[in-house]
Structures are given as structure tokens and as C-alpha cells.
T-cell receptor, first 115, second 112 residues
Framework: EAGVAQSPRYKIIEKRQSVAFWCNPI?????LYWYQQILGQGPKLLIQ????????DSQLPKDRFSAERLKGVDSTLKIQPAKLEDSAVYLC?????????????FGPGTRLTVL | QQQVKQSPQSLIVQKGGISIINCAYE??????FPWYQQFPGKGPALLIA?????SEKKEGRFTISFNKSAKQFSLHIMDSQPGDSATYFC???????????FGEGTQLTVNP
């Protein structure tokens, strides 16, 4: 079974530029998550989708971050404009359903460096 | 704010020894407590998980101990191996939703 795919794996940009990350979840997984992992910290949820609807975006900085999940499959996360403090690994995860006990499977992440 | 506090921040163990990582939580609505293992350059991967209706769960060399009254849970790695060297995260989520709240992580080094 293929895992969660993410691209690009690495991205370096200057502050105030925009950047986009792509995620392809495990086939059949209804729930998709974007987490931000700052170096030395645990992942923090940014946004959660159930199919193509947003379930939780309470910790998403909506003035600069946006995300969409068209057709309930792939998802993109965008940052515009980027700030220095956005330097982090952006992890995408998916799970079969919304149930709290469903295993979340993580992709390898995209490491973003903002200069 | 919902928090999960994890300790120690780093841990060095000799091969064959026991590694113990502790977590404490505040929100009594949490109903699912997984541990994730993360290697450099990789995403976290589920290692073992427990629900609060049991006090202990064992899978191979990995055991979770859960103390509901103290709102604490811990991961024990028996016969630690160099291949276990990784960062370990505890996490928690509510029964009604699936957001995982992660601890800060423990960097485990197992010396040969």
C-alpha cells in the first residue's frame, strides 16, 4: 500500500514570497491533516479535512495560510506571504475516518526554510 | 489550552537497557493516547496506542503504562537497541474528534 506522498521535499524562499505544498493521501482515506513541526517541537495541527470539507482550522493563521482539498483527495497548503517564523517541516497525514482512534499516517514532510 | 507535557527532552541508554519516557495531560476529555516514532527526515509513525479503559498495553518490546487518576502515561522500551534511536512523541486526542495534540518529543539515543 502506498503511503502519504508530499512534494516538494525541500523548499527555500525569501520572506514575503509565496509557497505551496502538495499532498496525496493514502487511497480511500477520508480525513486529511496538515501539521506544522518546528525544529525541536511536536507537530501542531494546522487544518483538518473530512473529504473536501474543513473540520478544524482553528490553529491556521488565516491571514497568510490557506488550504484546499479539491474532490476530496489531493490537498494543497499555501503560505502567502511567508515570514521567517514559518520555517518548519510541514507534514501531511491521512486517516480512514474521523474517529479519534483511527491511525494517522504521516508523509515525509516538506522542509521549508524562509530566509 | 490543551497540552501534553513530555519528559525527558533527551535520553541516552545503553544497548539492552530500559528506556522510559513520560507524558502528562490536562484535558480529561482525551480518550486516545498514541506514541509516535520519528526518524530523521521521515514523518512520525505510530508505534503503539492505548485507551484509558486499560492500565497497560504491551506490543513486543514496547509497553504503555496508563494512570488515569494521575493523568499520566509512559512508554517503556525493553531491551533497547541502537535501531530504536529516534525521536518519540506522545500524543492525545478526544473521542469526539481526531486532532492529535503532541508532546514536545524525546530524543532517544541507544549506545551499542
Amino acid at each position: 500500500e502506498a503511503g502519504v506522498a508530499q512534494s516538494p521535499r525541500y523548499k527555500i524562499i525569501e520572506k514575503r514570497q509565496s509557497v505551496a505544498f502538495w499532498c496525496n493521501p493514502i487511497s480511500g482515506h477520508a480525513t486529511l491533516y496538515w501539521y506544522q513541526q518546528i525544529l525541536g517541537q511536536g507537530p501542531k495541527l494546522l487544518i483538518q479535512f473530512q473529504n473536501n470539507g474543513v473540520v478544524d482550522d482553528s490553529q491556521l493563521p488565516k491571514d497568510r495560510f490557506s488550504a484546499e482539498r479539491l474532490k476530496g483527495v489531493d490537498s494543497t497548503l499555501k503560505i502567502q506571504p511567508a515570514k521567517l517564523e514559518d520555517s518548519a517541516v510541514y507534514l501531511c497525514a491521512s486517516s480512514l475516518s474521523l474517529a479519534g482512534a483511527d491511525t494517522q499516517y504521516f508523509g515525509p514532510g516538506t522542509r521549508l526554510t524562509v530566509l | 489550552q490543551q497540552q501534553v507535557k513530555q519528559s525527558p527532552q533527551s535520553l541516552i541508554v545503553q544497548k539492552g537497557g530500559i528506556s522510559i519516557i513520560n507524558c502528562a495531560y490536562e484535558n480529561t476529555a482525551f480518550d486516545y493516547f498514541p506514541w509516535y516514532q520519528q526518524f530523521p527526515g521521515k514523518g512520525p509513525a505510530l508505534l503503539i496506542a492505548i485507551r484509558p479503559d486499560v492500565s497497560e498495553k504491551k506490543e513486543g518490546r514496547f509497553t504503555i503504562s496508563f494512570n488515569k487518576s494521575a493523568k499520566q502515561f509512559s512508554l517503556h522500551i525493553m531491551d533497547s537497541q541502537p535501531g530504536d534511536s529516534a525521536t518519540y512523541f506522545c500524543a492525545a486526542s478526544k473521542k469526539s474528534g481526531s486532532r492529535l495534540t503532541f508532546g514536545e518529543g524525546t530524543q532517544l539515543t541507544v549506545n551499542p
